[in-house]
């Protein structure tokens, strides 16, 4: 029970990872927000994780790329519970494609929510969280925010701003105690967004079948299996733990040993 009556928010919390992350807050006590633009799911998420886990939980729907909303949303949760420990920054889209076919608005909306919509988040977090003198703020990151990904410019674009974001805030929020980092997952072939939407769009977008993209990205990592959610949220519950109270402005591989730097 790490996290007994911390209050922690996880954008993008409605469904996949982000999920799974407040499920894993709620079963070590935590407060968990979960806050997503899909506002039933959301609702939904927080209702069954808060009955499961015997704490409290609220659904929201929130766009994290709506300053005002997002500002709103802050005001109301530092209102209900006095505080917010943890900021999960977790809400992400990728559309996948070739850079001379690449729709401009579509390559605009991909950097809109991965990264304006991390730094608009964090900006009202840490307006919290520098009052409160503490905080954690952790970025679901990817391991293309390390590396460039084929014919998917607009998410790692976005993903290697969101490091450099990250390594930002922790300079400017270590004065008040408030660490901030991020995760770089690896791909997470089980999850929502693989089974809902990548295999499709990489097949198409690559030229190839849905199981040569399932060989091609399992092979590519030396331990030999895709990510797990649990994979994901054992290092977050981590880094958001007081165990990792010297860590601050690091963007942690759990990539299976695809991404070492
Ligand atoms: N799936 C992977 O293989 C993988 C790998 C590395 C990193 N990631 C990252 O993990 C995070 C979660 O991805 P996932 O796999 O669970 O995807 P997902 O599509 O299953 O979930 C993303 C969630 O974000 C929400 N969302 C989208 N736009 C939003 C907005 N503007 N405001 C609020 N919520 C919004 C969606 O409604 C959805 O519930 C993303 O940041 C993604 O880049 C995923």
Known sequence: ???KDKVALVTGGAQGLGQAICERFASEGAVV????INE??????????GEKYG??????GLDVTDDFAVHTAMEDIDGNFGRLDILIANAGILKAGEITMFPVSEWRQVIEVNLVGYMICAKHACQIM?????GVIIQINSKS??????????YAASKFGGIGLTQSLALEMAQFGVRVNAVCPGNLLDGTLWQDSLFEQYAHTQGISVEDVR???MDQVPLGRGCTYDDV??????IASDEASYMTGQAINITGGQEMR
């Open 1 to 3: 029970m790490r996290f």
């Open 33 to 36: 927000i979960a806050a997503d």
């Open 40 to 49: 039933d799911k959301a609702k939904a998420t927080a209702k069954e994780i």
């Open 55 to 60: 704490v409290t939980t609220l659904g929201l």
């Open 130 to 134: 520098q009052r409160q003198k503490s």
């Open 145 to 154: 925010g390390k590396k460039g990904s084929f014919r998917n410019s607009a």
């Open 215 to 217: 060989r091609k990205y």
């Open 233 to 238: 949220t054992n290092a977050v519950a981590f």
